[in-house]
């Protein structure tokens, strides 16, 4: 069945197009996962906070970075996405390798920093 080398989706026989991104797809089995970055395991890794997410979009805030910087090739870590459907998280911090750090600062300001949700402040309820 041909698939998304973009989305790894997989679509039935006579599909052209991915209905994800549009994208041409290729025939065949997809790989078995998209190459996951893992700098969990890597213990002597020093880790920093890019930047910390808090109040109720937290978690969606954080996950969003993190998909921003995979995108980019920078290797993340959201440490409370084990745990966190257990308990409220009210901070998420983002983890990246130190030498990545300005890096992911940067891409994060660009992608996040510019007012595309600026609509969805609260500010005028007041
Ligand atoms: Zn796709």
């Known amino acids: 069945m ?24 290729v025939p065949g089995s997809p790989p078995e996962a ?18 910390v997410f808090s109040g109720g979009t937290a978690q969606m805030d954080a996950d969003l970075a993190r998909n921003i910087l995979r995108a980019q090739g920078i290797p993340c870590v959201l440490p409370g996405e084990t745990s966190a459907k257990l308990l409220p998280v009210l901070d998420v911090p983002l983890l ?13 300001e660009e992608y996040l920093d510019t007012d595309t949700t600026a609509g969805t402040e609260e500010a005028d309820s007041i």
Do not use: H, N, W
């Open 2 to 25: 041909p698939y998304c080398p973009q989305c790894f989706i997989e679509y039935l026989e006579g599909t052209a197009q991915c209905e994800d991104c549009g994208g041409d797809l």
């Open 34 to 51: 998209p190459p996951p970055i893992e700098i969990g395991d890597a213990k002597d890794m020093k880790l920093v906070s890019v930047r």
């Open 96 to 108: 990246v390798r130190e030498e990545d750090a300005e890096r992911a600062a940067r891409v994060l």
